[in-house]
Nanobody
Framework: QVQLVESGGGLVQPGGSLRLSCEVS????????MGWYRQAPGKQRELVAA???????NYSDAVKGRFTISRDDAKKTVDLQMNSLKPEDTAVYYC?????????WGRGTQVTVSS
């Protein structure tokens, strides 16, 4: 079973930066998608960024140009660099692993953007 543990959340002022990290344990399949999602209070969970094992990356329009997803398959980590943060980026951020054989979620890490 794949397990995911997020870290790096916290409180940051508008315009600031944070880097989230996700450590993956367990057996993963070579063809997979690693993603970061977020859920703000009262809202549905939404995809922020995804990294496919073939090298493709995708971003939501809300974060395109500000966030960067990166993965290290040897270390089994996936990071999310968040720059130019806005108050509307405040949410719990979740790491996700997906393959044809199933999906796993981390417990999430809180990101709060406030002055």
């Amino acid at each position: 079973q794949v397990q995911l543990v997020e870290s790096g959340g916290g409180l940051v002022q508008p315009g600031g930066s944070l880097r989230l990290s996700c450590e993956v344990s367990g057996s993963i399949f070579s063809i997979n998608v690693m993603g970061w999602y977020r859920q703000a209070p009262g809202k549905q969970r939404e995809l922020v960024a995804a990294s496919i094992s073939d090298g493709t990356t995708n971003y939501s329009d809300a974060v395109k140009g500000r966030f960067t997803i990166s993965r290290d398959d040897a270390k089994k980590t996936v990071d999310l660099q968040m720059n130019s943060l806005k108050p509307e980026d405040t949410a719990v951020y979740y790491c996700n692993y997906y393959s044809n054989y199933g999906s796993s979620w981390g417990r999430g890490t809180q990101v709060t953007v406030s002055s």
